[in-house]
Structures are given as structure tokens and as C-alpha cells.
């Protein structure tokens, strides 16, 4: 189309079409001349000669710019007053990031201890049997989660009638609780192994010092072995949170309630109340990821300042 025919059509059709209308799509409208073909017979006939490529013989009509208005330019949907989604924070969200926060921060803190207790036992301690038994506790590490899930399931069921219940599975009875979420995992052979290598780097003579000064193992322990282990503590603590936050295969087979379930089970079931909104779900899965963003930036800086104080300390 040429420039002159352009504006031709531009001021006798286009414009009086869009007086009603917002300049910017005047310009987006005009700005298509790849949409229209005309002939070149001149501008006297440019009207009767003009031929949409989608075969459509109409004029253009109010109508018509609605249609494209609407299939162009979509409003941005308003996620935070969707009812589905209030729905999953006040109803059940609220209640289930309590449930996950107190699993996640109950299984850091037990983890932490037990993995503390046992590093410095097979480091620092001297006992027969001591490297066989950390061998087999390390093979422990090797075994998928997958072969520990019926044992695990069975020993917190509830023995039905006529089984004994200590043998040869002992039966809990905590189905459905917190605590069947937070037990199978406070051993850790991995927490166990980090936190042995770095209490072996300790020198031995820290040791005689703290012994001739009259220091017990834990005082020891609490005194010169853990300050100069920030690193790989805050290491197994952030390892530990992640894996419990972000757990959802044993929380939905040892649960039923929506009491005791944790965030991604939720997560889980809001995605079949949600169907296809999209933006819902990322709305909710952004909500489920910040927590593990913001702890691992806190942990970095504390990581940081851990490494740069590695030194010996008194």
C-alpha cells in the first residue's frame, strides 16, 4: 500500500471508525498494512477495491474491534482476590505452613543433636568396634528411601488384633500424628559422616587441654568443638529443613487428615481445585518455595561468617 492511499484510508475509514476509541489502537490498526491489500487503480477506487486476506466482507464495525480487542489484549487476572486461592491461605494454607514449619523445624533440631552426638562419638571417642560400626551405619546411606517405606509404615501402623506388638516390627500406633513424620528421619547417615570429618580435623591437643582443665566430653563438646564446626552445622541444619519442607510421599501415605498434613500435600490437593488456572498455581508454589529461598540466604551469611572463623578458638 502506498503512503498516500494509506493515509486516504486512514482519514475516510479508520479514523471516524475510532473516534470512540483510545489513539494507541489508531496507530496499532493503521501500523497493519500487511492485513489489507489494495489495488492499484489509484485513491478514487481504493475503497470498492479493498480486500481483507481473511476473506472477510464486511466493513469494519465496532464489533469487530471489540473481537480484537478481546482476543489480543487479555487483563492481567487478579490472583490475589481469586476465591481459590484465599480459600487455600486462610482455610487450609495458614494451617498446613504451621504444620510444615513445626515437622521441618522439630526434625532440624532432633537431626542436629542425634548427628552431633554420633559424629563426635565415632571422632573423638575411642571404643571397640568403632570402625565397623560406623561402616555399617554409613551402608545405611546406600539404601534407597523407597525400601525403607513399608517398614517404615508397618512400625508406625497399629498392630491389628492378634499380632504381637514388638515382634518382629515393633508397632507405634502413630498414624496420623506429627510424630510419624518427624521420627523416621532424625538419623541421618550423611549428617552423621559430615559432621564426623569435620570434628577429626579438631587437633588432638585441644583435647588434652580441655581434659587437663577438667572438661568432660560435652563440655568439650559444647565448648571448643562445636563453635569451630558453624559451618558444617549450619550445613546439616539447611540440608535438613530442605529435605522435610520439601517432603510430601511419606506425609501423604502416613496421613489422612488434613489436621497433621504439611504444605505440599496441600499443594497436591489445591492443584486438582485449581484445574487449569495457571496462575493459581504458581501463585501457591511461589508461596511454598519463598521459605526455603529465605533460609537459604540467612544460611549463607551465617555459612559465610561460619568459614571465615574456622580458626582455632578458645
Known amino acids: 500500500m502506498k503512503d498516500a492511499d494509506r ?3 486512514a482519514d475516510v475509514i ?14 496499532r490498526l493503521a501500523g497493519h498494512q500487511n492485513n489489507l491489500r489494495l489495488r492499484p487503480q489509484g485513491s478514487a477506487k481504493a475503497l470498492e477495491d479493498l480486500e481483507p486476506t481473511h476473506s472477510v466482507h464486511h466493513h469494519i464495525t465496532k464489533d469487530k474491534i471489540e473481537l480484537e480487542l478481546a482476543a489480543q489484549i487479555q487483563p492481567v487476572p487478579a490472583v490475589g482476590c481469586d476465591p481459590n486461592l484465599v480459600a487455600l491461605l486462610h482455610h487450609r494454607g495458614l494451617h498446613q505452613f504451621a504444620n510444615t514449619f513445626f515437622i521441618a523445624g522439630a526434625s532440624v533440631v532432633g537431626e542436629v543433636i542425634i548427628a552431633v552426638l554420633a559424629a563426635y ?4 571417642m575411642n571404643f571397640r568396634g568403632k570402625n565397623v560400626l560406623f561402616a555399617l551405619f554409613l551402608a545405611t546411606y546406600m539404601m534407597p528411601g523407597e525400601a525403607t517405606l513399608i517398614p517404615n509404615f508397618v512400625m508406625m501402623s497399629k498392630a491389628p488384633p492378634g499380632v504381637n506388638p514388638l515382634f518382629p516390627i515393633p508397632r507405634l500406633n502413630l498414624y496420623d500424628t506429627y510424630a510419624a513424620q518427624i521420627l523416621p528421619f532424625l538419623a541421618s547417615a550423611f549428617s552423621v559422616f559430615l559432621l564426623r570429618q569435620q570434628f577429626l580435623a579438631i587437633p588432638r591437643e585441644l583435647r588434652d587441654a580441655a581434659l587437663i582443665d577438667g572438661a568432660g566430653h560435652l563440655r568439650f563438646l559444647w565448648s571448643v568443638v562445636l563453635p569451630i564446626s558453624v559451618p558444617a552445622l549450619v550445613t546439616v541444619a539447611i540440608l535438613s529443613f530442605y529435605a522435610s519442607w520439601n517432603s510430601f510421599q511419606w506425609p501423604f501415605i502416613i496421613t ?3 489436621a497433621v498434613r504439611p504444605v505440599q500435600v496441600g499443594l497436591y490437593a489445591f492443584q486438582a481445585e485449581a484445574g ?3 496462575h493459581l498455581l504458581m501463585a501457591a508454589a511461589s508461596f511454598v518455595v519463598a521459605p526455603i529461598v529465605l533460609l537459604y540466604l540467612v ?11 574456622t580458626g582455632i578458638r578458645g
Open 256 to 258: 489422612s487428615s488434613e
Open 14 to 27: 479508520i479514523r471516524p471508525a475510532l473516534d470512540c476509541f483510545d489513539g494507541g489502537l489508531y496507530r
Open 7 to 9: 493515509e486516504w484510508f
Open 121 to 124: 562419638a565415632f571422632a573423638q
Open 299 to 309: 544460611g549463607q551469611r551465617y555459612l559465610v561468617q561460619g568459614v571465615a572463623r
Open 276 to 278: 487449569s488456572h495457571y
